[in-house]
């Protein structure tokens, strides 16, 4: 008989093969009984679903049996003053949940900030006529993406931390940290992801070079000041083109982040087939970031919105099959969409799920009142809890924030320093 040994998520790894979970498999999103982990997104799931499992040393990866002994001569009493807070938390089944969470989103907040410090010195860099320093850029980009891999959802909702006149470098820290998100869901190596962030981050570098009165303008811009507008790609481009090292597909990016399939785009009007992957990735999340965003000239519109326009666009502008990967990648109710839910309560969309696409986790910010909770929580609707039963919920509809004077970018910067 093989052996089984009980295993809490915080010494869950991969490799470990999962015989039984702490309830029955038909209330788990799981589709077999019985399965080794072996992706960090499953990994991820397993962590966020289950408070224990049982796992089979036998049918385990040969190189972690050494790791699953040990566990299993762990002490009794470590074991069961772990049970005691599960049973503890009995009230909250969500606890797990919030405390995970919110340490990852306050890990992200402190590599976000001092990407945050990177770009802001890069553009002014750019705008005196220096040189920049891409190899800080490219150790940023690989923590990001060693953060994306571990903890993705968290980094994308700290994208909505951006303010309307800081639109150039909060647009490139976004752009950076969504074309990881995405690349991630699409299945890129490290390396891949490295090259995919290095050049959201660098993207719009030309923008430096383009005149403030263009580049701030409130209103329209005319047809000659488009064209001088159009000229930042190339600007970026020749800003990185003899930095050593400089990947081919960063550059690449630099230069034809604005062309689209149907040739139709600039500089140089290339049709889809041309166009790298690395490349349409980057072109995709550009838009999606900039149309969420308060700008000189516009205000921002909603996640939900930008990923319905992007679809129709798709039509013309964008790889059809990409599009929909982004929507299945963000949600169909995506990161920072506020919902309301059919009990009444009203909460901001933070994670979403790979096998409950219409149950994500929600930060919850009003009552069934609509008055706001003294202290914020997280309701993980793919928790079993909360799909059954007299405490069933789902989400009744996408809400305006303005229509209750709700500021995502305040809640997540309060919740994301721990305030």
Known sequence: ???????????????????????????????????????????????TVCEFVYVDEELSAPEIR?????LANRPTTVIKERETLNVNRSSNPDEVDHDKYMKRLQQSRLIFNKTTQYVNQALQDVRLGTSIDTSKARQLVSELADQVI???????????LKQRDEYTANHCINVCILALSFGRCLGLDKEQL??????????????????????NKPGKLTAEEFNIMKQHPELGFQLLKDEKNMPQDVLDAVLHHHERKNACGYPDQLPEHKIPLLTQIIAIVDVYDAV???????????????????????????????????????????????????KGPVGVV?????????????????DKHKKPFKKRKIMNLANPHWQKGPHATEIK???????????????????????
């Open 66 to 70: 050494g790791q699953l002994q040990i």
């Open 194 to 215: 490295n090259m995919v962030g290095l050049g959201g981050l660098l993207h719009d570098l030309g923008k430096m070079k383009i005149p403030d009165e263009i580049l």
């Open 397 to 419: 509809t996408i809400l305006d924030p303005n229509k209750y004077n709700i500021n995502i970018r305040h809640i997540i910067e309060e919740e994301s320093r721990g305030l």
């Open 350 to 366: 933070i994670s979403a799920s790979k096998t409950a696409r219409l149950r994500p986790m929600i930060m919850l910010v009003l």
């Open 1 to 47: 008989m093989n052996k089984k040994i009980k295993i809490t998520p915080e010494y869950l790894s991969l490799g470990m093969y999962v015989g039984e979970l702490d309830r029955p498999w038909l209330e788990s999103p799981f589709l077999f009984q019985g399965f080794i982990i072996d992706s960090d997104e499953l990994l991820e799931e397993v962590k």
């Open 150 to 160: 571990s903890s993705p959802h968290a980094l994308v909702w700290l994208t909505f």
């Open 292 to 342: 969420t965003s308060d700008r000189c000239y516009h205000d921002g519109i909603s996640p939900y919105e930008a990923l319905n326009n992007i679809y129709k666009w798709a039509e013309k502008d964008f790889n059809k099959e990409l599009v929909e990967s982004l929507i299945k990648c963000l949600g169909i109710y995506p990161i920072g969409s506020l919902v309301e839910l059919d």
